[in-house]
């Protein structure tokens, strides 16, 4: 019903950029809160940057100051502008929404995209 299409990973020095997307499409009627994740191998899904449907941002510690998170609600469009990358920010990038699919739907649902890889070498 909901999708959500990850792009703009890749292979960055150390120090370099990338800016990444997430295309939601489908049924949806509203989006509130979306979020970028990042995932290493043997390792849990950690949040990375959250924004609210009204806008209001939540970074990791870890990344603050190095990455901007935005969206672009007419097109349903989520970002995650990188700067500064580490090789430890080496991880599968998800992207996350909550998706209200119709106006009769009473709650949001969590959709998940199929990630995408960004690789920072040192």
């Known amino acids: 019903q909901v999708q959500l299409v990850e792009s703009g990973g890749g292979l960055v020095q150390s120090g370099g950029s990338l800016r990444l997307s997430c295309a939601a499409s489908g049924r949806i009627y509203h989006i509130n809160a979306m979020g970028w994740y990042r995932q290493v191998p043997a390792n849990k899904r950690e949040l990375v940057a959250s924004?609210?449907?009204?806008?209001?941002?939540q970074y990791a510690d870890s990344v603050k100051g190095r990455f901007t998170i935005s969206r672009d609600n007419a097109n349903n469009t989520l970002f995650l502008q990188m700067n500064c990358l580490k090789p430890e920010d080496t991880a599968v990038y998800y992207c996350?929404?909550?998706?209200?699919?119709?106006?009769?739907?009473?709650?949001?649902?969590?959709?998940w995209g199929q990630g995408t890889q960004v690789t920072v070498s040192s």
């Open positions: 996350n929404a909550d998706v209200r699919s119709t106006l009769m739907s009473l709650s949001y649902r969590g959709y």
């Open positions: 924004i609210t449907g009204a806008g209001s941002t």
